[in-house]
């Protein structure tokens, strides 16, 4: 779906473990986010990308860390992952016209 | 930064009824609107858009308002069917300089269409 993948889907980890979560693009697109969804908090943009190298922080930074070596992938790192991590954590990019497409979302249990 | 509040959080109304979601956002430069529609489990989906030189938008059954001198922009969905019953999200946009182009959502409203 315009062609923007997320792995894992599916992840439980432990705590204090670091977590790469992956977001593939197949269209080019000069922009990326990540997002965190939480219940009564929407989506909530942790970090964004406009363009290979280029990042920035978003309003819920702290704990996360992002690297863009590549158009085609953004990738999110929990340096040590803790239970307030939990969530459901989806990707996004934004295409010509303003239009936002998020990816299928990974969901991640910190135990 | 830009703040999006959305009212109200949760929304039952009866099957073809009118249904009215209301956010205002705080930074008079935002100027891109966004509605998005999540199902249970799925990922959320752009239903429908506005821009800050618009005042209004219809796409059958949805519509969106806007009034940008009170800050504030609005979802309708009339004649509400079962399938409309999702969690909606408004969302804004600041066209900053170059690079800097991020979105901001609202919290959500749980709309369930009774039938």
């Known amino acids: 779906d315009a062609g923007i993948t997320q792995s894992p889907r599916h992840k439980v980890t432990e705590t204090g473990t670091p977590v790469t979560l992956r977001c593939h693009q197949t269209?080019?697109?000069?922009?990326m986010y990540w997002y965190r969804q939480d219940p009564g908090h929407g989506l909530r943009l942790i970090h964004y990308?406009?363009?290979?190298?280029?990042?920035d922080k978003g309003e819920v930074s702290d704990g996360y860390s992002v690297s863009r070596s590549k158009t085609e992938d953004f990738l999110l790192t929990l340096e040590s992952a803790t239970s307030s991590q939990t969530s459901v954590y989806f990707c996004?990019?934004?295409?010509?016209?303003?239009?936002?497409?998020f990816g299928s979302g990974t969901r991640l249990t910190v135990v | 930064g830009e703040n999006v509040e959305q009212h109200p959080s949760t929304l039952s109304v009866q099957e073809g009824d009118s249904a009215v979601i209301k956010c205002t956002y705080s930074d008079s430069a935002s100027n891109y609107f966004p509605w998005y529609k999540q199902e249970l489990g799925k990922r959320p989906q752009l239903i429908i858009d506005?821009?800050?030189?618009?005042g209004e938008k219809k796409d059958q059954r949805i519509a969106v308002t806007l009034n940008k001198t009170a800050k504030h922009f609005s979802l309708h969905i009339t004649e509400t069917q079962p399938e409309d019953s999702a969690v909606y999200f408004c969302a804004a946009e600041r066209n900053w300089i170059q690079g800097a182009q991020k979105l901001v959502f609202g919290q959500g409203t749980r709309l369930t269409i009774n039938p």
């Open positions: 269209e080019n697109h000069r922009y």
């Open positions: 506005i821009r800050s030189n618009v």
């Open positions: 990308s406009y363009g290979v190298k280029d990042t």
């Open positions: 996004a990019i934004r295409a010509t016209g303003y239009g936002y497409t």
